[in-house]
T-cell receptor
Framework: DTGVSQDPRHKITKRGQNVTFRCDPI?????LYWYRQTLGQGPEFLTY????????KSRLLSDRFSAERPKGSFSTLEIQRTEQGDSAMYLC????????????????FGEGSRLTVL | GENVEQHPSTLSVQEGDSAVIKCTYS??????FPWYKQELGKGPQLIID?????GEKKDQRIAVTLNKTAKHFSLHITETQPEDSAVYFC????????????FGSGTRLSIRP
């Protein structure tokens, strides 16, 4: 399977604990995005990377959230001191960006990591 | 920043009829408008997109229209089939390179047999 993979698919944790999610993008894709989705809502942008550089981070994102993409391949999203309001589906997506050619901008999403904070 | 409004939130149509979902956006600089379909337990998947230099695009039973002046865009599905049942999201971005795609809140489409 050469799609975007996310791990774990489900995580249940107690309030105050730290959690980390991993995303493996499509191998040739240089851009990687994190979105958060709650029930009945659309994906909410969190942050994105081009290669290993974090190019944008949502102003709504708490300092408890941090994301890395150290080698420009897989990425991790860590949530420290989790709160019940962090319960959501965390979606990762990747895309291939090349400014020299016309690009559809299509995001390829993984199936998400569902977080439940008790 | 960009804000995308989508309606209706739920839509039920008879199989074979057409479905229309409408969206508005706030940032006049947005020039790329994709539509994604999300099935239960899966991530969203692109079904069609349109850029601001065209007013309409069609792909088999799916068409999108864009009115830049009014900042409106719509998804039209004709001859609906049971497999069209899903949640549909419109989205907008400031460039076709997808630097940051902002999504609407979604429309749950149900096809009645």
């Amino acid at each position: 399977d050469t799609g975007v993979s996310q791990d774990p698919r489900h995580k249940i944790t107690k309030r105050g604990q730290n959690v980390t999610f991993r995303c493996d993008p499509i191998s040739e894709h240089n851009r990687l995005y994190w979105y958060r989705q709650t029930l009945g809502q659309g994906p909410e942008f969190l942050t994105y990377f081009q290669n290993e550089a974090q190019l944008e981070k949502s102003r709504l994102l708490s300092d408890r959230f941090s994301a890395e993409r150290p080698k420009g391949s897989f990425s991790t999203l860590e949530i420290q001191r989790t709160e019940q309001g962090d319960s959501a589906m965390y979606l990762c997506a990747s895309s291939l960006y090349n400014r020299l050619i016309e690009n559809t901008g299509e995001l390829f999403f993984g199936e998400g990591s569902r977080l439940t904070v008790l | 920043g960009e804000n995308v409004e989508q309606h209706p939130s739920t839509l039920s149509v008879q199989e074979g009829d057409s479905a229309v979902i409408k969206c508005t956006y706030s940032d006049s600089a947005s020039n790329y408008f994709p539509w994604y379909k999300q099935e239960l337990g899966k991530g969203p998947q692109l079904i069609i997109d349109i850029r601001s230099n065209v007013g309409e695009k069609k792909d088999q039973r799916i068409a999108v229209t864009l009115n830049k002046t009014a900042k409106h865009f719509s998804l039209h599905i004709t001859e609906t089939q049971p497999e069209d049942s899903a949640v549909y999201f419109c989205a907008a971005s400031g460039s076709s390179s997808a630097s940051k795609i902002i999504f609407g809140s979604g429309t749950r489409l149900s096809i009645r047999p």
